[in-house]
C-alpha cells in the first residue's frame, strides 16, 4: 500500500505540474516538477524516501525513455550531423568523465578516484525534456538544434555504460584501463549488433502476426511497450549493452516497418502515437518529482555532515557546475572551430562563438542523471561484507545540485544567448507555423477517420470527412494557398481501375465488350485530365487486341450492339465498375494512412469514388435511414472532435501552435461539441 499511495502521489504531482505548465509556460517543466517535489517532502517532513533497486530503477525509467527517443529521432539529421553528433555523445562524454573524476578526487580525496569518474559519467548525458522545456522564445539555430538532438540520443549510452565500469571498479576495488577498454567495445559492439538483430526479428514477429491476419491494435502496441523493456533485459543476459541495444532497436523502428502501409497500421500508429505520449510524460515527470523529494534527504544527510563543511559544499556544487559547462564550452568551441576552418572555410566570427555559448548552456542534466545516480549500490562489496557505498549521500547531493543549476541556467541565460528575431518576421513566422500546424491536425484528423472507417459507418464517416475537408479549404483560402487539383492522384486512381478491368477481362470474368468499352472511357478521362499527353490510344488498342486474342472473335460477335444481350451488358457493366471503383478505393485508403500525398486530396477522391459506389449499390434512401445516418454521424463527429483537441494539445506542447492559436482551436471545436449535443 505504501508503494501505491507514493505512485498515485507521484502521479498527481505530475498532473499539477502540467497545469503549472500553462499558466508560467517561461519557467521549464523539469523544474516545475522539482519544486513539487519539494512541496512534498516538506509537507511530508522529509519521510518521503525511495529505495529502489539499481536494475529495477534502470529498466524501469531508462530503458523506455531511450526507445520513444530512438523511434521519433530525425534519421537524416541525425546522420547529416553525425560527425559533431558523435563527438559530443561519446567524445566530450568521456572527457567529462576524466575531466570532473580526476579534479573531483583531487579536491575530495574521501572520494574514491572511481566513484568520481561515476558522477562524471553520470553527468555526461543530457535530458531531453529539460532541453525542449526551454522558454519558448528561444532561437536555437538549425544545426545546432540538430545536434543537441542526436546528442541527447547516444549520449545516454555512452554515458550509462561508462558508469557501469566506475561503479564495477568501486565494487570489486580493481580497475584496469586496458580491460576496461576492451570490456567497453565488447559491450558498445554487443549491444548494437544485438539491437540490430533483435529489431530485424521483432520487425519479423510484426510481419508475420499481420500476414496470419493479426491486425488487433491492442496486440501491436502492447508489444511495442514490451519491446524495450524485453530488449534490455535479453542484453543483460547477453552481458552486452542494454542501453545501447535499445537505442538501436528504437531507430529501427520495431512495430513499424518501413514500407508497411494500411488503414489498420494508420490506427496502430495513432494509438501508440498516444501511449507512449503519457507513458514517456509520466515517467519523465516521476524522476524529476522524486528529484524534488528526495533533495532534503540528501542535501540534509550531507548538510549535517561535519566532516565537510556547507561552505564547501556550495562550492563543490558551483565548481562541478562550472567545470561541467567549462568542458562542455571548449569542446563545442574547437569542434565548431574546425567545422568553420575546414567546412564552410571562412573566418571565426562573434556568432559563432554566440552559437558556442548556446550549445553549451542548453546541455542541461535531468532525467537521466537522477536515474543513474539513484542506481548507485547502498553497499560497496570491498573486504568484509555490507560495506557502505564510499560517500554515496555526497555524490548524489553533488549531482542534483548540479542538475538544479544547469536547469537554471538553461531556462534564465539561453534566451539571452539566443539570436534576436525581427518582430514582423517572427510574427508572420508564427502564423505561417499555426497555418500549417492546423493543416496537419486536420489531415491527422482525416487518417484516423479513414482508418476507422468500417463497411457500417462508410456513408457517415465520409459526411464527417468531408466537413473537414471543407474546413481544410477554408484555411487554404484565408491564407491565400491555392487548392490545385491533384491531377496525378486522379490519374493514379483511373489507372488502377484500368489495371483492374484489365485483369478481370483477362481471367474472362467479364466479357471483352463490355470492358474495353469501360476502358475507353477511363482512357478518355485520363486523356481530359493530362491535355492529351498521356498515351491513351496505344494503350486502349494494345487492350481491345488483347481482349480479341483471349475472348475469340466469335464470342466478340455475340457479344456485339443487337445480339439481343444490350440488358446482360448494362447490368455486367454496373458490376464492372463496382469492381474496378473498389479496387480503387483499396488504394486510396492505403495513400491517406500512409500519407503519400496531400492527405485532403486522397480523402476527396476517395470520398467520390466512395459515393459512386453506393451509388450503383443503392435504392432510394428512406427518411428512417437517413435519420439514422445523421446519429450514427454524430457519434464519429464526437470521436473527430476528441482526436481533434487530443492534436491540439500536442501541437502546443510541441510548440508547433501558438498559445493563443491554440486557445482560439479548442475553443472552436468546444464549440462545435455543444452544438452537437444541442447545449449552446
Request: glycine share 6%; with cysteine; proline share 3%.
Amino acid at each position: 500500500m505504501e508503494a501505491l499511495t507514493l505512485g498515485l502521489l507521484l502521479l498527481a504531482a505530475v498532473l499539477a505540474s502540467s497545469l503549472i505548465d500553462q499558466i508560467i509556460p517561461r519557467v521549464s517543466l523539469p523544474l516545475i516538477q522539482i519544486a513539487i517535489g519539494l512541496v512534498i517532502a516538506v509537507v511530508a517532513g522529509g519521510e518521503v524516501e525511495v529505495t529502489l533497486d539499481p536494475d529495477l530503477f534502470l529498466v524501469m525509467f531508462i530503458a523506455p525513455l531511450l526507445y520513444d527517443e530512438a523511434k521519433h529521432a530525425d534519421k537524416q539529421a541525425l546522420w547529416r550531423e553525425r560527425k559533431p553528433v558523435l563527438s559530443l555523445a561519446i567524445g566530450l562524454v568521456v572527457a567529462t568523465t576524466l575531466v570532473i573524476g580526476f579534479l573531483l578526487h583531487a579536491f575530495v580525496p574521501s572520494i574514491p578516484l572511481a566513484a568520481a569518474f561515476a558522477l562524471g559519467a553520470a553527468l555526461g548525458p543530457t535530458d531531453a525534456v529539460a532541453v525542449s522545456s526551454l522558454s519558448k522564445q528561444v532561437n536555437i539555430p538549425q544545426r545546432q538544434a540538430s545536434m543537441l538532438k542526436g546528442e541527447l540520443l547516444l549520449n545516454d549510452a555512452s554515458g550509462i555504460v561508462s558508469f557501469q565500469f566506475a561503479i564495477a571498479a568501486v565494487v570489486t576495488g580493481s580497475f584496469s584501463l586496458a580491460h576496461a577498454s576492451v570490456d567497453f567495445l565488447v559491450e558498445f559492439v554487443g549491444g548494437l549488433l544485438l539491437g540490430i538483430v533483435l529489431g530485424l526479428v521483432g520487425n519479423g514477429v510484426v510481419k508475420r502476426a499481420r500476414s496470419i491476419g493479426v491486425e488487433n491494435t491492442n496486440f501491436h502496441v502492447l508489444f511495442e511497450v514490451l519491446i524495450p523493456f524485453l530488449i534490455y533485459l535479453v542484453a543483460n543476459v547477453c552481458h552486452v549493452s542494454g542501453v545501447i541495444a535499445v537505442v538501436v532497436a528504437g531507430l529501427i523502428n520495431v512495430t513499424s516497418p518501413k514500407g508497411v502501409i494500411g488503414p489498420s497500421v494508420s490506427r496502430m500508429n495513432i494509438v501508440s502515437g498516444s501511449v507512449w505520449h503519457v507513458l514517456t510524460y509520466a515517467l519523465n515527470g516521476i524522476v524529476f518529482v522524486l528529484l524534488g523529494t528526495q533533495l532534503p534527504l540528501a542535501m540534509q544527510d550531507t548538510w549535517e555532515n561535519v566532516r565537510i563543511t556547507n561552505s564547501t559544499l556550495i562550492l563543490l556544487v558551483f565548481g562541478l557546475t562550472f567545470i561541467l559547462l567549462a568542458t562542455r564550452f571548449v569542446w563545442v568551441l574547437a569542434m565548431d572551430l574546425i567545422h568553420v576552418r575546414a567546412g564552410e572555410r571562412r573566418a571565426f566570427r562573434k556568432s559563432d562563438l554566440r552559437s558556442a555559448l548556446i550549445t553549451t548552456f542548453s546541455g542541461a542534466k535531468g532525467t537521466i542523471t537522477l536515474s543513474i545516480m539513484f542506481s548507485i549500490p547502498t553497499y560497496a562489496i570491498i573486504g568484509p561484507p555490507n560495506v557502505p557505498f564510499p560517500q554515496r549521500e555526497l555524490l548524489i547531493f553533488l549531482a542534483c545540485g548540479v542538475i538544479v543549476c544547469t536547469l537554471l541556467l538553461a531556462t534564465f541565460v539561453v534566451p539571452l544567448l539566443a539570436p534576436a528575431r525581427d518582430g514582423g518576421e517572427e510574427e508572420l513566422r508564427r502564423i505561417n507555423q499555426d497555418a500549417a500546424t492546423t493543416m496537419d491536425i486536420m489531415r491527422n484528423v482525416i487518417e484516423m477517420l479513414t482508418a476507422q472507417q468500417t463497411r457500417q459507418n462508410r456513408a457517415e464517416t465520409q459526411a464527417v470527412i468531408h466537413s473537414y475537408n471543407e474546413r481544410l479549404a477554408r484555411i487554404k483560402e484565408n491564407n491565400g494557398i491555392e487548392d490545385e487539383l491533384n491531377v496525378e492522384l486522379r490519374v493514379q486512381a483511373l489507372t488502377w481501375e484500368y489495371e483492374r478491368a484489365m485483369e478481370l477481362t483477362e481471367r474472362g470474368v467479364v466479357s471483352g465488350v463490355v470492358a474495353y468499352r469501360y476502358m475507353g472511357r477511363l482512357e478518355q478521362a485520363m486523356q481530359l485530365l493530362q491535355h492529351g499527353r498521356g498515351r491513351g490510344h496505344l494503350r486502349r488498342w494494345n487492350s481491345r487486341f488483347r481482349a480479341l486474342l483471349h475472348r475469340g472473335v466469335r464470342a466478340i460477335l455475340r457479344e456485339l450492339p443487337g445480339s439481343g444481350a444490350f440488358a446482360e451488358q448494362t447490368e455486367e457493366m454496373r458490376w464492372l465498375q463496382t469492381a474496378t471503383r473498389t479496387y480503387a478505393i483499396e488504394h486510396l485508403e492505403a495513400a491517406v494512412a500512409s500519407s503519400q500525398v496531400p492527405t485532403e486530396d486522397a480523402a476527396t477522391v476517395l470520398v467520390e469514388y466512395q459515393r459512386s459506389v453506393a451509388a450503383l449499390h443503392s435504392v432510394r434512401p428512406t427518411v428512417t435511414s437517413v435519420i439514422k445516418v445523421d446519429d450514427r454521424a454524430e457519434d464519429i463527429k464526437r470521436k473527430a472532435y476528441a482526436f481533434e483537441l487530443e492534436q491540439i494539445q500536442d501541437a502546443y506542447e510541441g510548440e508547433r501552435l501558438s498559445r493563443s492559436h491554440a486557445q482560439r482551436m479548442r475553443e472552436s471545436v468546444q464549440l462545435m461539441q455543444m452544438d452537437l449535443e444541442d447545449t449552446v
